[in-house]
């Protein structure tokens, strides 16, 4: 079964950090972009990371830049996000998310890469309050 | 950014009713568009990628259509199951940006 499996949120305070991992099972771990998305209390999902599938190439919202870090381990069929100076307005759930791809021919360029969520953890939660 | 915009941002409706879902996009998008549905404390699940394909194990009453700016999710004939709210997100560029949610309430 293809399966992810988020864990290490919990209550912080202000300035604090926490380390969230997100254990994956069922298909080549390598071969798949890696996502965290986020759902503050009664709000809409905001994107946080992405992760390539070495780890080259790392992309952030503006919002956690230089705050937040994302690694993984292929080996252990994971991926991490580090959470530093965390504010009340990180108070989430924090999702992880496969991205898959369908890659499409174009005239004008090489090819067109669709990129979409498929398959999502159950989520773990932060809360940042003193 | 790309901001994503949604419409209605709720609605009521019977069961057997079709439905549709507007998301509108600041700037052109090609078809880099997703619709997922979320229920209450659960995960979000795709429904659509890429504008118009139905992912696999999604009923065919959903649909999208829709390329540039303006895209449409459509459920043909709503079915109790399909009470939630659902999302559209770009991934033209990042930062990815999702629609506020559309919530699909029971009339």
């Known amino acids: 079964e293809v399966q992810l499996v988020e864990s290490g949120g919990g209550l912080v305070q202000p300035g604090g950090s926490l380390r969230l991992s997100c254990a994956a099972s069922?298909?080549?771990?390598?071969?798949?972009?890696m996502s965290w998305v986020r759902q503050a209390p009664g709000k809409g999902l905001e994107w946080v990371a992405n992760?390539?599938?070495?780890?080259?190439?790392?992309d952030f919202v503006d919002s956690v830049k230089g705050r937040f870090t994302i690694s993984r381990d292929n080996g252990k069929n994971s991926v991490y996000l580090q959470m530093n100076s965390l504010r009340a307005e990180d108070t989430a759930v924090y999702y992880c998310?496969?991205?898959?791809?369908?890659?499409?021919?174009?005239?004008?360029?090489?090819?067109?890469?669709?990129?979409?969520?498929?398959?999502w953890g159950r989520g773990t939660t932060v809360t940042v309050s003193s | 950014d790309i901001q994503m915009t949604q419409s209605p941002s709720s609605l009521s409706a019977s069961v057997g009713d079709r439905v549709t879902i507007t998301c509108r996009a600041s700037q052109s998008i090609n078809i880099y568009l997703n619709w997922y549905q979320q229920k209450p404390g659960k995960a979000p699940k795709v429904l659509i990628y890429a504008a118009s394909s139905l992912q696999s194990g999604v009923p065919s009453r959903f649909s999208g259509s829709g390329s540039g700016t303006e895209f449409t999710l459509a459920i043909s004939s709503l079915q109790p199951e399909d009470f939630a709210t659902y999302f559209c997100?770009?991934?033209?560029?990042?930062?990815?940006?999702f629609g506020q949610g559309t919530k699909v309430e029971i009339k």
């Open positions: 069922g298909f080549t771990f390598s071969s798949y972009l």
């Open positions: 998310a496969r991205v898959s791809v369908v890659v499409v021919p174009a005239a004008q360029q090489p090819y067109y890469y669709y990129y979409y969520m498929d398959v």
């Open positions: 992760i390539k599938q070495d780890g080259s190439e790392k």
């Open positions: 997100q770009q991934s033209y560029s990042t930062p990815w940006t």
